[in-house]
């Protein structure tokens, strides 16, 4: 079992950035793939980011590609998401998610993850 908390989230302008936290309680965090996702106001939770174990291996929706980046360190037991050139339809509650099939890097359903926190709002001003 493993429990995630969020942070990092805010208010911020459009083209600025942010960075997200994930911290895991827990001996076994790097047994587990991480995911980024979120939701916006009155629509479905969607993938974000992926990022496998040992960290060598990520995956980004395409709406994110080249502006955020998901890292981690297993020391720690943080996950990161780094978000820059922000957007308007970036706003949401952002949630970190674990996985522990960690044997397929393309896992984007939300329904294939194990854990969730609790999630961090987002605002993006246009």
């Known amino acids: 079992q493993v429990q995630l908390v969020e942070s990092g989230g805010g208010l911020v302008q459009a083209g600025g950035s942010l960075r997200l936290s994930c911290a895991a309680s827990g001996r076994t965090f790097s047994s587990y793939a991480m995911g980024w996702f979120r939701q916006a106001l009155g629509k479905e939770r969607e993938f974000v980011a992926r990022?496998?174990?040992?960290?060598?291996?990520?995956r980004y929706a395409d709406s994110v590609k080249g502006r955020f980046t998901i890292s981690r360190d297993n020391v720690k037991n943080t996950v990161y998401l780094q978000m820059n050139s922000l957007k308007y339809e970036d706003t949401a509650v952002y949630y970190c998610?674990?996985?522990?099939?960690?044997?397929?890097?393309?896992?984007?359903?939300?329904?294939?993850?194990?854990?969730w926190g609790q999630g961090t709002q987002v605002t993006v001003s246009s």
């Open positions: 998610a674990a996985d522990t099939y960690i044997y397929d890097t393309a896992r984007y359903s939300p329904n294939r993850y194990d854990y």
């Open positions: 990022i496998n174990w040992s960290g060598d291996i990520t």
